[in-house]
């Protein structure tokens, strides 16, 4: 069992900044592959980057250029670095984990554990 818990979240003005956090426990983060994805109210719940065991990345079109995955196993964290956001980046935010030997980034799911995600809301 892992257990993750997402921060940071809030509310941000258009073209800001915010750096998501994923904490885990449990078990040494560096056993998953892991992704955020993201839910808007009425919308289904789409991955929006996510970074292997090994550290490669894949990211949504709609953020390339903007949002950074990256993990620091260390601290059993991950982190999701936010930058120039829009109104359409408002949503509830998740962190999710794999354990899977083979990486399928977008496949929601493959995913074994799920936080309880944090609210991104992005104002114009």
């Known amino acids: 069992q892992v257990q993750l818990v997402e921060s940071g979240g809030g509310l941000v003005q258009a073209g800001g900044s915010l750096r998501l956090s994923c904490a885990a426990s449990?078990?040494?983060?560096?056993?998953?592959?892991m992704a955020w994805f993201r839910q808007a109210p009425g919308k289904e719940r789409d991955v929006v980057a996510a970074?292997?065991?090994?550290?490669?990345?894949y990211y949504a079109d709609s953020v390339k250029g903007r949002f950074t995955a990256s993990r620091d196993n260390a601290k059993n964290t991950v982190y999701l670095s936010m930058n120039t956001l829009k109104p359409d980046d408002t949503a509830v935010y998740y962190c999710?984990?794999?354990?899977?030997?083979?990486?399928?980034?977008?496949?929601?799911?493959?995913?074994?554990?799920w936080g309880q995600g944090t609210q991104v809301t992005v104002s114009s």
């Open positions: 999710a984990a794999d354990f899977g030997t083979v990486w399928f980034p977008t496949r929601r799911g493959g995913y074994d554990y």
């Open positions: 449990g078990r040494p983060l560096s056993n998953y592959h």
């Open positions: 970074i292997s065991k090994s550290g490669s990345t």
